[in-house]
């Protein structure tokens, strides 16, 4: 695997685009397979990001747009050559079966591509997110939809001469047909999934003592997470005495998000945390008496949350029903609800409150969505492809 340099502590997204410590290129032997890593020299723009008056604000902006414009056209655009760079220099000595680029950073997608052809090995795009076909460009407005156009082009382009696409969701697949002109069932969806021995351990962790809600990772701007505090405060109008404790783990890593929930918050005890490593999280889920899980029916997408939520075995519930996969996903667990309205949170909330019965674990038997299981789907279709 080739990526670049994390050396430094990331406590927020502006960190990502501090330089890397290390200014040379690294290897890592384990049991796992080798990783190249490459450093990272931030652009103009990337060193603009934490300055907040409004001439950087305008500079960056437009230098963001020129970025996106140019990355995979001029090379003093693209500030993730390094790790191009490094992955020409190791095939240069040592031959491979296949390349696989996963995105985003979709340029990753093109260094793909370009090696591919200079060594004559198939190339496979796996993706993780949308790239010109993202969430994100559709309410885009007039300087997105023309980055939109410039990414379309690039990305029809760019992902005509790979071996097979993946996607990661079922709505990915679908828009990412269209553009391509391949049919959906010839883009194949591989789930984020779970490590499976994880979990190991993990059943005898008690419960809180204070009936607690737990969030984890991302949350973004179109999910429903007012249409939950608007459940979750009426349950606390209709029932004074009950106390019951939010938690967002990782939160901090997004404060617009944060100020958002602030303003829908009402009387509900809400936490926030730093990002945490993924085994404490584990602990934090198993021991919630609710994973909550924030969708929208306008946007279908597959979290990789969801799955941890699954391998605990602990309740799910969702606001609001996303009437795709996740409802798909969740309508075949028994201890998973799904609501859109204030009054289904409130009664969904008084039911597993007051009833422990409601509360309980139940014991997931589908390996189904495991890494093991994923990963194995993925070698198959890769191998298939290219032999």
Known sequence: MVTRHWDRKIKGPDDCNLPSIKTNVTEETSDYGKVIRAPFYPSLRDKLIVRNDIPSVLLRKTLSVWQLLTEHYIRSSDNKRPILEAACEYLKQNKVDVIIACGEPFVLFRYAAELSREFETP?????????????????????????????QKVEKRIVSSAKILTTAAPSFSKRLAKLTGRKPEDIPVIYNGYFEEKFNGLDNIPLKKKFSITHAGTLYYFQRVETFFNGLNLFLEQNPTAEVEVTFYGLNFYPTQIDRIKAAVGNADVTFTDKMPHDEILKELVSSHVQLLLATPEKHQIYAKVFDYIATGRPILMVENDKGPLEEILSERENSAIH?????????????YFNPSNQQSVVNTDDTFTRRNQTRRFAELILKAID
Do not use: M
């Open 123 to 151: 190339w496979v795009g796996d993706y993780r997110d949308g790239w010109s076909t993202n969430y994100r460009w559709d309410d885009a407005r007039f300087y997105g939809l023309i980055q939109k156009s410039v990414q």
């Open 340 to 352: 859109s309205t204030a009054e289904g949170v409130a009664n969904y909330l008084k039911e597993s």
